[in-house]
């Protein structure tokens, strides 16, 4: 059964710091492209940052530049969105998804419409 599942959102405080993952099982993520996107409560789901199968290629959207990392570890099937200095307005759901189209991480876009899998979304909180 192909998955992807989300763990480490939560509450936290302005300025603080979360880690994201994304496990994957059913498939081998060595292959795909990662894209992380967020949902925020009465806005469309937007796409954050995609990193490419070989690492080549890393997207970020302008909000998170400078404050959000993401990495990949083929060898343990698991992607990461390390969050660093977070702000209130990045309050959402995130979501991991995963898509064999390597164009469709590239250094200017992440495509939501070329994911091939979906996680369920790990919600994160920040609010003093």
């Known amino acids: 059964q192909v998955q992807l599942v989300e763990s480490g959102g939560g509450l936290v405080q302005p300025g603080g710091s979360l880690r994201l993952s994304c496990v994957a099982s059913?498939?081998?993520?060595?292959?795909?492209?990662i894209g992380w996107f967020r949902q925020a409560p009465g806005k469309e789901r937007e796409g954050v940052s995609c990193?490419?199968?070989?690492?080549?290629?890393?997207y970020y959207t302008d909000s998170v530049k400078g404050r959000f990392t993401i990495s990949r570890d083929n060898a343990q099937n698991t992607a990461y969105l390390q969050m660093d200095n977070l702000k209130p307005e990045d309050t959402a759901v995130y979501y991991c998804?995963?898509?064999?189209?390597?164009?469709?991480?590239?250094?200017?876009?992440?495509?939501?419409?070329?994911?091939?899998?979906w996680g369920n979304g790990a919600l994160v909180t920040v609010s003093s």
């Open positions: 059913g498939f081998n993520l060595d292959y795909y492209v």
């Open positions: 998804a995963a898509s064999r189209t390597y164009y469709y991480c590239t250094d200017y876009k992440v495509s939501e419409s070329g994911m091939d899998f």
């Open positions: 990193i490419s199968s070989d690492n080549g290629v890393k």
